[in-house]
């Protein structure tokens, strides 16, 4: 086979094209610190790295979800906090009032106190995180308790309080109704919203008699202070009331026994909260050992070993500068130099 000058000259630029151009890449990933700078490189290990990058976002997501998800529990939780509370003091003046021996003058102080109470209870009900009630379903624009607007005339204080969204037909799946969800993982949600309905006013359907029964807490609270006023219902020496109906000091006894019971559905919806916020704790756990265990195996993938990577630095421009000099000689002599 007949070797010409141009076959050397082209195999002598070859080389040496060659040989920059694996010195450049080994520059670049000293620059960089990274193996693979683009697609180009390693196909396989980038579409490693951009899966585990779309694991750390995911993750980071997931992290930021249940951040605000922990914020707003704990500030539901705070409010039944000090709605037990109240309860527990509205329970104590209710015994002091059950004794009998108090004047109608000291049952007017105790009825004030206990309104008083009942706002708290309100100011409670609508408790606003970022300006959002958290006790208002997905509804988080408007107050969850709102004085009743059909009452005659309409009610301008909390004595008739509701839950500001209507009670949701059956099947319809109202959405005030609902619980705002949180996403903290794949196919993985969780409640960050108790809407109010089912804390302050979870009323069975038909009607109530006053002071007997009710499961609303503004209601309980409310007879209660009627009660103490003399103003609710039929009281000796008054005209005879109709059968079976409580008289004031009846429904002041009864209130013991129904904040009784308010106070533990309170508490036991404090529980689902614990039990929540428990769950998004064990979660961020998880992800945080996930991000770790994420980040280790992407460092593995993608950053260099900077002794490897200078060991092979030397390498690559011994190579570049031998085939530099290779070429010199290929490539430069002239047919004087050659025939001298």
């Not at 976002?57 to 039944?80: E, G, K, V, W």
């Not at 007879?223 to 219902?233: F, P, Q, V």
């Not at 980040?295 to 490897?308: P, R, S, V």
Request: proline share 8%; charged share 20%; hydrophobic share 35%.
């Amino acid at each position: 086979m007949r070797v010409t000058n141009t076959m050397i000259a082209n195999s002598a630029t070859r080389n040496v094209l060659n040989a920059g151009y694996k010195l450049m890449q080994i520059q670049e990933q000293m620059s960089s610190g990274k193996k693979v700078n683009r697609p180009s490189d390693d196909p396989v290990s980038m579409a490693k790295i951009l899966s585990c990058r779309q694991g750390l976002s995911q993750a980071t997501q997931y992290m930021r979800n249940i951040d605000h998800a922990n914020h707003l529990l704990r500030q539901a939780d705070s409010a039944l906090d000090s709605v037990g509370v109240q309860l527990t003091r509205a329970r104590t003046l209710a015994e002091e009032a059950a004794t009998g021996t108090y004047t109608q003058e000291q049952r007017e102080a105790i009825a004030e106190e206990i309104k008083a109470i009942r706002l708290q209870l309100l100011q409670l009900a609508n408790t606003q995180v970022n300006n959002k009630y958290i006790f208002g379903g997905t509804g988080t624009v408007e107050s969850a308790f709102v004085p009743d607007p059909n009452s005659t005339p309409p009610s301008k204080s909390p004595d008739n309080i509701v839950y500001n969204y209507p009670p949701p037909p059956a099947g319809s799946g109202n959405a005030t109704y609902d619980d705002i969800n949180a996403v903290i993982g794949p196919n993985m949600t969780i409640p960050t919203h108790i809407p109010g309905a089912t804390v302050f006013q979870p009323a069975p359907p038909g009607p109530q008699t006053p002071g007997y029964g009710t499961t609303d807490i503004f209601r309980v609270l409310q007879d209660l202070e009627e009660a103490l006023r003399g103003n609710l219902i039929f009281d000796p020496p008054l005209p005879p009331p109709p059968p079976d109906h409580p008289t004031n000091a009846d429904v002041i006894a009864n209130s013991l026994e129904l904040l009784r019971d308010r106070t533990e559905h309170i508490e036991s919806q404090r529980a689902v909260l614990g039990a929540r916020i428990n769950v998004l704790e064990s979660t961020k756990y998880y992800w945080k050992d996930f991000e770790l265990t994420m980040k280790d195996h992407l460092a593995d993938i993608e950053q260099i070993n900077l002794e490897d990577v200078l060991t092979e630095l030397s390498m690559r421009e011994l190579a570049y500068t031998s085939s530099l000099t290779a070429a010199s000689r290929a490539i430069l002599p002239t047919l004087v130099q050659y025939l001298s």
